[in-house]
Structure formats: C-alpha cells, structure tokens
C-alpha cells in the first residue's frame, strides 16, 4: 500500500456459474460451496480488508448480475449470490458512507465474456442474449464506462446503488 500510495478503488468482480439444467437437484454440494465462495466470500473479505485502508472518497464497486432480480431455475446458486450482492452493496454502503467510502454495484445483463463459453452449453451460445430488449449479448465495451462513471467524481453522491447493464430488461 505505501509504494502504490494507497487503495482508492476497489472492483469486485470474481464470479463462477455453472447452469445445472435440472435446476436444484443437480446443483452438488460442491458447486454450491465453490459458488458461494467464490462470488460472495471472495466479495466479503477483499471489502473487509480494503476497507480498512481506504480513506474518504474512496469506492468499492461489486460485479451483481441481473440474475439478481431475473433468476434462471438453471443458475439458481448463482442468482442467489448476486442477489446477495445486492443487499451486501446496501449494507455496506450504509456501514462505509460515515468515513466517506462508496459502494455501489453494476448489474450486467448477458454480456459476452470469457465466462460464457467456459460454462454454458455450446448449443446454447446462440441464443445466449437474444431475449433482451435490444436481442442481442453486450460487449465488455459497452459494460465499462459503467464501472469508470462509478469510479469517478462524477458519481461522488451516489453510495447503495446498482447501475443496470442489462440491455434493456428491468432491474428491480
């Protein structure tokens, strides 16, 4: 920290799914324990500790999912986590805001990344986003100036949120 000259910022942004087609009676314990702990554990403990050395002004952004609000019977734990996401943003960012530290969240939709490939079927890659509003998966492109806008000063009044990426389907 003392040769960087700090932590301003903070992107959480660890996730894994895997879609179980028979939705929870495939779900393992195992998945459930690599899913859980690696989009809300992951999320907890880099938030804790960074927290402890950010100074005001600071922001820590967390990677939801619109699974949060829309969630697939296939990505049930997943969608259990981002909602989770959600609500630890909320928290948080009450907890956080009298030392002037913001949190907040940005919600993609179905953006293509290497995520999609690694776990979803092949045979469903094309139809991967064609259900959203605008009918097709985003860009990582078009996903960013999300984070930057939340980064910056530009948004130095906002704390608790989440910004929808989603394409054009309801976050709620």
Do not use: C
């Not at 100074?55 to 619109?66: F, K, L, M, Q, R």
């Not at 969608?79 to 993609?108: C, E, H, M, S, W």
């Not at 990344?113 to 469903?124: F, S, V, Y």
């Amino acid at each position: 920290m003392e040769v960087l000259g700090g932590l301003d910022i903070v992107v959480n942004n660890a996730a894994f799914q895997m879609a179980q087609m028979g939705g929870i009676a495939d779900i393992t314990t195992d998945q459930f324990d690599r899913v859980l702990k690696t989009n809300l554990y992951a999320l907890f403990w880099i938030s804790k500790h960074a927290a402890a050395v950010m100074g005001a002004g600071s922001t820590i952004i967390n990677t939801t999912s619109i699974q949060a609000s829309n969630p697939s019977p296939e990505l049930l734990d997943y969608a259990t986590t981002k909602a989770g996401i959600v609500a630890f943003t909320k928290g948080l960012a009450g907890d956080l805001a009298g030392q002037g530290i913001r949190v907040n969240a940005v919600a993609p939709g179905p953006i293509w990344t290497p995520l999609i490939p690694a776990t979803m079927p092949a045979e469903k890659y094309g139809e991967f986003g064609e259900t959203v509003p605008l009918g097709r998966p985003g860009q990582p492109a078009e996903l960013a100036p999300a984070y930057v806008f939340l980064a910056s000063n530009e948004s130095s009044y906002i704390t608790g949120e989440t910004i929808a990426v989603t394409g054009g389907t309801p976050f709620n």
